[in-house]
């Protein structure tokens, strides 16, 4: 036996074969051909197909992992549409007369190899992104199966990284776990063994000659065993079952109260990404939405969303809700999260530019539509507005200021809106620093702790070098949630917590003892934090 670790993404217990997932690399042929303008009508076809293969697999993942994490194939159908990458490829064929599979090929390597040495975040990422939407076309072109056939065994999955429209095309019935060498927690795959409930460890230093080998992922230690002795198989199967009946326990939980032991209250709600996650938010029993990401209105239309069509998905999240509360995050595109038609420049370090409240409170005519639509919706449910990305009490008081315009103006036309509560995200450093005087102007604070421990460690979450030093438990970030706790309360303002933290359940009980009213996390989390909570 030997035994290999890694970085655990998801716990659990997971036992079977190995099945060494590699593509099938093939070299592409430089070929001459005469009909450049055939060659480019046969690009253009193999475009098409490859788009509506796209949105078979966004239908697929919207089924399986929630619309928020399918976006990304939206994402793809767009880029392979994209003026530059187009213009390339034709431009290739036509000044080279070569083959469209050499031109598509010839034009990922570039974009991608430009994306990875940009000295940003976000266009680093995307150059797996241009791999892989080139690999699709190029099989296409060639006629290559693209997929990913699992077989009828169950398996683990062992792979030096694995792109989202590979693990989503994987028939999750036989998915019993992930191993990979690359990858950061934040990375598709791991999102997505997180939303499917299945175990995962990245970073791992695998080798090839484990193909079909039986093994065992333990996601609670981030050990991967090979070839497992009789002990610890039986150790290990043990293990799974207690995790099985832990399961069957939780759904026990469903219709209690969250209420600490010594009489305490406790908020325990969910984030969600789309109108179809509320689903998932009632079959958990989740007391509200704590969270509901509006970008993902913005990601997932060509043009600015009007007030018509927000209306209708906050309005529908709000009566699918049945009076329970729905906290609504106003926009909060840029950094990774771009839409073309916005039309934002490069920059440096999107993570702390032009995102988020900073482009709202600039084109007030994008953010009246949003508010306008938010406190229509109010009147069909308990609807609450928090702002992102806040650095300064005047941000607050001038989206209050436009709060205050639209409802006159909803008054004056007899239009109909509920009692609003407005609160803000804590996710900087300056935030917390003055939360007291924050505190004065709103009704709750939303600790987002994933942007507040980047930002306080000066550490990129997404950068998987700096993984072994990212420590969401550094005292300065507990220490701040703190401060941030005693601030609202001296201002009767509640407090909750909507990053993964909150999901972090070796802390639940370090949060209520600070004091903490709310906590918003992935629907799945739901009952294993109230069975904390309640004790």
Request: glycine share 6%.
């Amino acid at each position: 036996m030997n035994t290999y670790t890694g970085k655990s993404i998801f716990k659990g217990i997971a036992i079977g074969r190995i099945l060494f997932y590699q593509k099938a690399e093939q070299a592409v042929t430089r070929t001459k051909i005469q009909d450049t303008d055939a060659e480019i009508r046969r690009y253009e076809t193999a475009t098409k197909t490859a788009i509506e293969q796209l949105n078979v697999l966004y239908e697929k993942a919207v089924q399986e992992v929630g619309e928020m994490n399918a976006a990304v194939f939206e994402v793809h159908a767009m880029m392979l549409e994209d003026d530059d990458y187009v213009d390339s490829i034709k431009n290739i064929i036509e000044t080279q007369q070569v083959n469209a599979e050499f031109a598509v090929a010839t034009t990922g390597d570039n974009f991608a190899k430009m994306f990875a040495d940009m000295n940003d975040d976000y266009f680093s990422a995307r150059a797996a992104d241009v791999k892989d939407i080139s690999e699709r076309l190029v099989n296409i072109l060639s006629g290559r199966e693209n997929g990913s056939t699992i077989g009828e065994e169950p398996v683990i999955i062992v792979a030096d990284d694995l792109a989202p429209s590979e693990t989503v095309q994987m028939d999750k019935e036989k998915l019993l776990a992930f191993v990979t060498r690359y990858g950061s927690s934040n990375s598709h795959t791991a999102i997505l063994a997180r939303t499917m409930n299945i175990p995962a460890l990245i970073g791992v230093e695998i080798q090839e000659d484990w193909n079909h080998k039986m093994a065992i992922v333990d996601g609670y230690s981030g050990t991967l065993y090979i070839e497992p002795d009789e002990e610890t198989l039986l150790a290990m199967t043990a293990k799974q079952e207690e995790d099985k009946k832990a399961k069957e326990l939780l759904q026990e939980l469903k219709g209690k109260e969250d209420i600490t032991p010594d009489g305490r209250k406790i908020k325990l709600y969910a984030n969600i990404g789309s109108v179809k996650d509320v689903a998932a938010v009632l079959a958990n029993d989740a007391a509200g939405i704590g969270l509901f990401r509006s970008e993902f209105l913005y990601l997932e239309s060509e043009d600015y969303p009007d007030e018509e069509t927000q209306f209708q998905a906050y309005k529908t999240v709000a009566e699918n809700m049945a009076g329970k509360k729905v906290i609504v995050r106003t926009l909060d595109i840029g950094a990774d999260k771009q839409a073309d038609y916005f039309n934002l420049d490069h920059e440096e370090n999107p993570a702390m530019g032009y995102r988020a409240i900073r482009i709202c409170l600039d084109r007030k005519d994008i953010f009246r539509t949003q508010l306008r639509a938010l406190l229509r919706a109010s009147a069909y449910g308990d609807i609450s507005i928090m702002y992102p990305m806040i650095i300064s009490v005047n941000e607050v008081l001038q989206a209050k200021a436009l709060v205050e315009e639209i409802k006159q103006e909803l008054d004056e036309k007899g239009i109909a809106y509920g009692n609003v509560e407005q609160g803000v995200m804590i996710e900087t450093p300056a935030a917390v620093m003055i939360s007291e005087s924050l505190a004065k102007e709103v009704d709750f604070f939303s600790i987002g702790t994933n942007d507040l421990t980047q930002y306080t460690l000066a550490i990129d979450r997404q950068n998987m070098k700096l993984d072994n030093i990212y420590d969401s438990h550094h005292p300065a970030v507990l220490q701040m949630i703190q401060m941030t706790i005693d601030n609202g309360h001296k201002h009767g303002c509640w407090v909750g917590i909507c990053g993964e933290l909150g999901a972090d359940m070796t802390l639940t009980q370090t949060f209520i003892d600070m004091g903490i009213d709310e906590l918003s996390v992935s629907p799945s989390f739901i009952l294993p934090i109230r069975k904390i909570i309640i004790g």
